[in-house]
């Protein structure tokens, strides 16, 4: 993304919400510090491109060392392909026995890449197991959230639900509601507010969860209508964190709501439906759907 007009050369872009992308200036990062963290963030794909990237770059310098320090016995002279292939076999210990360090310096730098060799893959193997241990979760959120009328009282709700056959044990779910507002001098602050969920807790969350907010004289909702939350530049920010029954460690996942994405006057579908046979059918292509409620505009 192009950076906008005006901002400096070290800005750079942090936490993305839907919709627009904040950027930061003048934050102070420990680049070496923060790279096992960024590396665990990244993509399958990515961090395995990055170690072949990493250990193919040791690959050619030591290749170019050969290439020119020479000495090497069954390598062609002025063939970088065979130094290449040379430190190919050395810095991951294949050995044939048809190429072989025939000078003292070729010796030398042979030694110095083997021992770069058993570092660097002890590295990778590190990294690819610790990201490859890491427990993730799988959990959807609906698209959109609704505000609608629950037994009489007007609610803000949205779903949550588990991808896997997992139970995700003590699912502890949070909301925070964040409002723009304008101070009596006149100054903009953002205000968070912790949401009070009607049941905020599942011993056992194995497939979908209806997480409701009653909006009453408390909420910070109370009196808004879409003009009202698009005014408020309104963003709930919800959080999910549990303990897997499968690899007995914690997981969490994290999504955001903004006001564009509240519905007024609608409810969920339900996925939850008898068969004639007595048993119970979950239809999961109802998730994210969303329908009329049919109830007259909320008075508050």
Not at 194 to 208: H, I
Request: glycine share 8%; aromatic share 12%.
């Amino acid at each position: 993304m192009a950076r906008p007009n005006g901002l400096p050369s070290n800005a750079r872009r942090g936490y993305a919400p839907t919709g627009y992308t904040i950027w930061v200036v003048g934050d102070d990062r420990a680049v070496l510090r923060d790279a096992y963290h960024t590396y665990l963030q990244l993509p399958w794909w990515a961090s395995l491109l990055l170690i072949c990237a990493a250990i193919f770059t040791i690959d050619l310098v030591f290749a170019l060392i050969f290439f020119f320090v020479g000495g090497l016995h069954g390598v062609r002279d002025g063939s970088f392909f065979d130094a290449l292939s040379f430190s190919v076999q050395t810095l991951h210990t294949i050995g044939y026995g048809v190429m072989s360090p025939a000078s003292s310096t070729a010796n030398v730098v042979m030694m110095i890449e083997s021992m770069t060799g058993v570092i660097v893959i002890a590295l990778a193997t590190g990294l690819v197991f610790a990201k490859f241990s890491r427990a993730t979760a799988r959990v959807a959120f609906s698209q959109h959230a609704v505000i609608t009328t629950y037994n009489g009282k007007p609610h803000f709700m949205f779903r949550v639900g588990n991808r896997r056959t997992n139970v995700i044990v003590q699912a502890q779910l949070a909301a925070t509601a964040s409002f723009t507002e304008v101070t009596t001098e006149g100054h903009t602050f953002y205000r968070a507010y912790e949401l009070k969920l009607v049941r905020d807790r599942m011993s056992g969350m194995r497939r979908g969860w209806t997480a409701m907010h009653a909006i009453d004289d408390a909420s910070p909702f109370k009196g808004l209508d879409t003009a009202g939350l698009a005014k408020a530049e309104v963003e709930i920010e919800v959080s999910v964190v549990g303990l897997d029954s499968v690899t007995v460690q914690t997981v969490h996942s994290n999504h955001l709501y903004t006001d564009k994405q509240i519905i007024f006057g609608h409810r969920f579908a339900d996925t939850l439906s008898p068969l004639d046979n007595g048993d119970m059918l979950i239809d999961l292509t109802q998730f994210d759907i969303t329908v009329p409620d049919g109830q007259p505009p909320s008075p508050w």
